[in-house]
């Protein structure tokens, strides 16, 4: 049988930068075959290549042996390639049925339609209520919604961008059980992810890109996480260094009965919410994404003060009523999940990103004149410090890539050097070599004394990062458990519902 899918010699440029550079490679009927890279790699516009979003200055494509030209997602859906994006295009006031209808080209009567969705859903062990509205649903729930819809297609390629970034353990295993079957039923996956270790339980085949091109095709069964990581970057991987002994300090950062009401219409209210944190320490909340995290981070750092009822304290100061800046020059740096537009803006410089967040600490700013000179000098030494990608600090932060600005982003807060840090998926969407720096960044700002809050949907990230870890599950959080010995199960059921429950107490 042909390749389902071929890649040959395809490229595509934008000004000033090669995106592909004569890849080519072949997907297989019926296999499950990974595409790596770091950030910036060429992923991202390959697979829009291949889903009609882009069109390749050059090389060709070939499906099931033909010669095609994909010029629209439509005609690449009418070929028989599907595509579940990592972030889901969902209206949250409208149920599970009319959500599937509105994102098919032709979709039949509403009877026929629920009936074609409940066929899929038996076949492939997808449990999903059509008349749910989707702000009741959890995220796990939510990805089955894109990927019905795309089985209603019965595509024979489905294209997967990070699936798992937002699942708990137990969400990862029913995926994965649902693409093996669609393996098995001949469809061909092609499989992006950064969890290399998902890779290797999972892809038959891995195809390597790195600055455009392609370096290299591997079984990930006979490789390391670490050797698939070390190809995607052309060099040595880092071990994250811990500092010795692992002693802690007095309490740096304090919360205590914190409660804030959600955002309407869907926000997640926050209850009763108490931890601290000690200097030296990097204390971890883990949670699928919706269940208030970005609400306790626009609440500690001082973006929401109204309606805020309990005490967080900095260095045994209370600070529940005061704004971020005072905060932060009591000595609290923030980043938040939402680089564009949150952490950053994108039209303005590096050097005007600086002074946005750092102009107290670091002197960028001085009786209402802002000197910007020095805002130019701290984004220089943040890009070089962090390895930053950029041609330099009048560069916008709309111009570099993803794991290039959050690098940026954490350098800015990370070089104030804050007593007290609070960073929201420090590492979401970067590549293994970025994010060694930036998890080793932390560990050493821990080691000055700062005491460092991450909250990660990833748990192999603040298994590797943290001392202690809770769980963020629908505004609550748990008791904090040792990372040493701590029960992956336990954490995901945690994750998935089981919520404030001490671990001892909840059942495997």
């Not at 040959?8 to 009927?29: C, M, Q, T, Y």
């Not at 093996?180 to 999972?202: F, M, P, Q, V």
């Not at 091109?213 to 970057?233: F, N, Y």
């Not at 963020?472 to 701590?486: H, P, T, Y």
Request: contains cysteine; proline residues 4%.
């Amino acid at each position: 049988m042909p390749p389902r899918l071929e890649l040959l010699h395809v490229g595509k440029r934008f000004p000033g930068v090669v995106a592909n550079d004569d890849i080519s490679f072949s997907v297989e009927p019926g296999r499950i075959h990974a595409l790596l890279g770091e950030n910036g790699a060429g992923k991202s516009t390959l697979v829009k290549i291949i889903y009609g979003v882009q069109s390749a200055d050059e090389g060709e494509i070939r499906f099931d042996g033909a010669p095609v030209r994909i010029g629209s997602p439509r005609e690449a859906r009418a070929l028989g390639i599907a595509m579940v994006f990592q972030h889901f295009c969902l209206f949250e006031a409208m149920t599970v049925l009319e959500n599937i209808a509105l994102g098919m080209d032709e979709p039949p009567p509403r009877r026929e339609l629920e009936a074609r969705i409940r066929e899929v859903m038996t076949q492939y062990d997808l449990v999903l209520d059509p008349h749910r509205e989707v702000h009741t649903l959890s995220v796990g729930e939510r990805q089955r919604i894109e990927i019905v819809r795309a089985l209603l297609g019965r595509p024979k390629l489905l294209i997967m961008d990070e699936p798992t970034s937002v699942l708990t353990p137990q969400e990862v295993d029913g995926l994965f059980a649902v693409l093996r079957k669609l393996a098995a039923d001949g469809c061909s996956i092609l499989y992006i992810s950064h969890k290399l270790g998902e890779i290797k339980a999972l892809c038959s085949t891995a195809t390597i890109l790195r600055g455009g091109r392609l370096v290299g095709t591997c079984d990930p069964a006979a490789e390391t996480a670490r050797s698939m990581a070390e190809r995607m970057i052309g060099g040595s991987l880092k071990d994250l260094s811990h500092k010795a002994g692992g002693a802690h300090g007095g309490e740096r950062f304090a919360v205590a009965a914190l409660s804030a009401a959600g955002e309407p219409p869907f926000g997640t209210s926050l209850r009763d919410v108490a931890f601290s944190v000690r200097s030296g320490e990097i204390f971890g909340i883990a949670g699928v994404a919706g269940n208030g995290q970005n609400e306790l981070l626009t609440v500690l750092s001082g973006e929401k003060t109204a309606g805020v009822s309990g005490r967080i304290a900095i260095e045994g100061h209370a600070v529940e009523r005061l704004g971020v800046s005072a905060r932060r020059r009591l000595g609290l740096a923030c980043v938040p999940e939402e680089r564009n537009g949150h952490a950053a803006v994108p039209a303005l410089s590096l050097a005007e990103n600086a002074i946005l967040s750092a102009r107290a600490r670091k002197g960028l700013a001085s009786g209402g004149l802002i000197r910007l000179g020095a805002a130019r000098r701290y984004a220089e030494s943040v890009i070089s410090a962090f390895s930053v990608k950029a041609t330099g600090p009048k560069a916008t932060a709309g111009s570099l890539s993803g794991g290039n600005l959050q690098k940026f982003i954490m350098g800015r807060e990370i070089g104030q050097e804050p007593s007290v840090l609070v960073v929201s998926q420090p590492t979401w969407g970067v590549d293994a070599g970025a994010a060694g720096f930036i998890r080793q960044a932390m560990i050493d700002l821990a080691a000055r004394g700062a005491a460092i809050v991450v909250v990660s949907q990833d748990l192999d990230e603040l298994l590797d990062l943290c001392d202690r870890i809770a769980v963020i599950n629908e505004g609550r959080l748990s008791e904090a458990m040792d990372v040493q010995g701590i029960s992956i199960e336990r954490v995901g059921l945690l994750m998935g519902g089981v919520h404030g429950d001490a671990p001892h107490e909840v059942a495997a």
